[in-house]
């Protein structure tokens, strides 16, 4: 890292600022524009007071702030600046017309004044009101106040919630006593209970509870509108002067202010309709015929002549082509002739049907069978979608060991395998890294080749049958073979085979599982240089870690997702927890070769290779928060790799890095760590670089926000700000890495820390990003425990070509 020196600021950078400053002047002027009278709405300030823990302010806050309740927000900013206003007025009052101009100004990029509105300010007052008052909290309260300086006008709500109403009692008043029985089974896994605060929220979901219980059991017809809640707020106070009713409403408000927490009493109530065709939600239907149409098309029709027809275990199929075996939707359709309708049985076969990716469209229709009033019969349409599809991918890469890389990648991929939905996809890519040396002459120095298939089964295969399934969401078993060829032409050659046999599932809508019983990889390393052979020599952690050696055992992953893509929130989580570990079984296995050859033979010797062991844990959290036109990422990263048994180190492709695109992004891939290590030879392209660890924490904070649309929307242009934060770690200490190794009593000065801006081009599809970043905190710097942003000098040359990093990548980092 450079020292900071003095500099003279380039004509260029002063052109720059001056272009700034006009744009920040004239973007400031877009008062000039209002008509008389009128006021620039410029910003909303909420103060929130009442009995809230910091968690529950938060939550409101950004509730109230919601443009469902606040109905006027202030023109969006880029850099403080209200670029999107600014341009409105370069297109409707400047008039502004060239191809540039024209380009710029698409109506997506643009964006009217906001006219301050007495009257919405009043209703988004009252609107205040009505959400505090769904959340429990009664007796709330909202003034606000307008202040306007030089036709720019800002808002302060004083929003007090009072104190929110909790339940006391819970009874329930239903007429009908089979479905009093019905809900009384279920009252266990109520929503609501005593003590809990009144939410609308919450008696919505309750609704749909019962609602679904009900339906559950062969009420077809009813619906959530026949429960209802009878909310009694009873109070004596309110008979303290019957003749003053002002008087009533003040003793009511002091008494519940002298509460804790003031008490409400709920009644669930179900009544029977007293109209006829109102009976229906009240009688319980049971499933009579189930036809399917497995390849019908939008212009078809039921009761096409042409149709061939067969019976498989009271199912009716009714096609042109056997697209499918019968076997294969037998298994999926969840509710059978001759049961009582079940609302999660027929949302079970939709989403399993669609889960199976043979079909474009999915429909499931019930429909009363005539002359029998407590029947139903089920007609499945299923229209066909595309049945394979092929892909070819170019790919471009720089890292800091080769100036530039390329690849194709060539993707297959077959939904209805044997006629059994069946999934098999497989790719071919291979690739080149070209370098350079004194002489700028480009040579290979690296080719790769690489395979994998996999075929996916839509069902769980196993010895044992596994009952209720239908609760397992797209439920399937995995089973996946791959090579790849690797050729570092002045260094090594090394070889793998893979291949694994699984499951994976969803629990819930937010939960899902990926379990690996059996996987395997051998990887074999030959083709090895002189130059790199001395280089092994000098460095037995890395000649361990190189190894030929076979990997096998278990995997397993458990994902926690709150993000629900049919309801955008402002906020939500991700966390992922990975378990990976190989020696158990292979062990066995070699114990099992010893016994039955009488120690004569063992895995090594049948294979050539060494059994690697070791356990690995690894942790991904992310809590994204969300605004319209911006968005706030925070990220924790840990994982840790142990070695056991016969293994001293980790294989080298399961060994944790740090730098790249999607990790520290002021350090290239590979470039930073162990610990506070430097490898003299970074930049030397003689040298194979082998930064690697076996314990890794990290951490990310990024802010995303919108800069304007182009060519009509086709594309958003975004922009980031970032810091990163972490590094690896060994947990014993080498001697040919001094520092590299895990130390309490330095682990703050062994944390690198880097920042940056990002540019996006937002395809909606897929995203291409370009970041600029460089380090804050170097682990291997002994001054100032790191810090080095005394040494910025953004404006030296010099000092950007060794400081500023460039990452090219497509997709989000995380």
């Known amino acids: 890292m450079s020292k900071y020196q003095p500099h003279t600021v380039p004509c260029r950078s002063i052109l720059f600022v001056v272009a700034l400053a006009a744009l920040l002047s004239a973007s400031c002027s877009n008062t000039r524009y209002l008509n008389k009278g009128q006021s620039l ?12 823990n910091s968690t529950e302010k938060e939550d409101i806050r950004n509730s109230l702030n919601s443009p469902s309740v606040l109905l006027q927000t202030p023109n969006r900013k880029f850099l403080k600046m209200r670029v999107p206003l600014w341009l409105y007025n370069q297109k409707y009052k400047e008039k502004k017309s060239s191809w540039f101009w024209n380009w710029l100004l698409t109506e997506k990029n643009v964006e009217a004044p906001v006219i301050y509105d007495s009257l919405k300010t009043q209703r988004s007052a009252e609107n205040m009101v009505n959400f505090l008052n769904n959340q429990g909290y009664f007796y709330a309260s909202v003034q606000y106040t ?7 006008t800002s808002i302060t709500y004083n929003v007090n919630t009072g104190k929110s109403f909790i ?19 279920g009252k266990a896994a109520s929503l609501l209970k005593t003590g809990m605060p009144f939410k609308v929220e919450t008696f919505s979901e309750e609704q749909d509870r019962i609602t679904d219980l009900i339906r559950n059991a062969g009420y077809f017809r009813f619906g959530s509108d026949y429960v209802k809640f009878v909310v009694d707020t009873f109070n004596r106070d309110v008979f303290h ?10 003793q009511v408000y002091k008494s519940a202010s002298q509460e804790r927490k003031p008490t409400l009493n709920v009644t669930v109530r179900i009544e029977n309709p007293e109209d006829s065709t109102g009976n229906d939600a009240f009688r319980r239907f049971s499933i009579n015929h189930i036809y399917i149409y497995p390849d019908y098309s939008f212009s078809g029709s039921p009761t096409d002549s042409t149709l061939q027809q067969i019976n498989r275990r009271n199912l009716t199929f009714l096609y042109h082509k056997p697209i499918v075996r019968p076997r294969v939707l037998y298994r999926s359709v969840y509710f059978h002739h001759g049961e009582l309708y079940s609302q999660d049985k027929y949302n079970y076969t939709v989403n399993k049907l669609n889960e199976l990716g043979v079909w474009r469209f999915v429909t499931v229709d019930m429909d009363t069978v005539p002359g029998h009033p407590d029947l139903l019969d089920s007609r499945i349409f299923l229209i066909p979608g595309k ?63 690489s395979g994998q298939a996999n075929i996916s089964f839509p069902r769980f295969i196993t010895p044992w049958r596994i009952r209720d399934v239908g609760r397992f969401s797209n439920a399937r078993t995995n089973l996946a073979l791959g090579f790849n060829y690797l050729d570092r032409l002045r260094f090594f050659t090394l070889s793998s085979f893979s291949g694994s046999f699984g499951y994976d599932w969803d629990e819930t809508a937010y ?12 990887t074999r390393l030959f083709h090895v240089t002189d ?33 629900d893509p049919l309801h955008p929130q402002r906020s ?56 319209q036109h911006s968005s706030f990422v925070a990220r924790i990263y840990g994982g840790i790799g142990i070695p056991y048994g016969g293994s001293d180190v980790m294989p080298y492709i399961k060994q944790f890095t740090a730098g790249g695109p999607n990790s520290m992004r002021a350090w290239r891939l590979r470039t930073l760590g162990p610990g506070s290590y430097l490898d003299p030879n970074l930049n030397n392209p003689n040298v194979f670089i082998d930064q690697t660890g076996e314990l890794k924490l990290e951490g990310n904070l990024e802010y995303r926000f919108d800069i304007f649309k182009l060519f009509g929307g086709f594309m958003m242009l975004k922009g980031a700000l970032f810091t990163d934060m972490g590094n690896i770690w060994n947990l014993n200490p080498n001697p040919y890495k001094p520092g590299a190794e895990i130390r309490l009593n330095r682990f703050y000065q062994d944390i690198a820390v880097g920042s940056g801006i990002g540019l996006r081009l937002d395809f909606s599809y897929a995203v291409i990003r370009l970041d600029f970043a460089t380090p804050l905190k170097v682990p291997y710097e002994p001054r100032n425990y790191g810090w080095i942003v005394d040494q910025l000098a953004p404006f030296d040359k010099e000092w950007r070509k060794r400081n500023i990093i460039v990452n090219f990548a497509v997709g989000y980092p995380f």
């Open 531 to 563: 130059s790199f052979e001395n280089q092994l020599n000098l460095n037995p952690f890395l000649r361990n870690s190189l190894q030929s050696t076979f990997i096998g055992g278990v995997g397993a992953s458990f994902i926690f997702n709150t993000q």
């Open 572 to 627: 939500f989580n991700y966390v992922r927890v990975n378990l990976d570990e190989s020696g158990l079984l292979l062990k066995g296995i070699d114990a099992t070769l010893k016994g039955i050859s009488g120690n004569r033979t063992d895995f090594r010797k049948l294979t050539s290779v060494g059994i690697s062991q070791y356990v690995k844990l690894d942790a991904d959290y992310k809590h994204y928060f969300n605004r």
């Open 241 to 250: 002067n019957l003749l003053n009713p002002f008087e009533n409403i003040e």
């Open 41 to 52: 709405l410029v910003a909303n300030k909420v103060n929130l007071q009442g009995e809230l």
């Open 167 to 185: 339940i006391d009692t819970i009874g329930y008043d239903i007429a009908d006593t089979a479905i009093a029985n019905i809900v009384g089974a």
């Open 511 to 522: 939960k899902k599982w990926i379990l690996k019983p059996f996987s395997f990889e051998y």
């Open 387 to 449: 049945k394979q599809e092929a892909g070819v991918e170019l790919e471009a890469t720089n890292s800091t060991d080769y100036i530039v890389g390329g690849a194709l990648n060539l993707t297959y991929r077959n939904k209805n395998i044997n006629r059994s939905a069946n999934l098999l996809s497989a790719s071919l890519k291979g690739g080149i890294e070209l370098n350079s040396r004194q002489n700028r002459n480009l040579f290979i120095q690296a080719r790769e080749f």
């Open 146 to 152: 307008p202040r306007v300086k030089r036709r720019k």
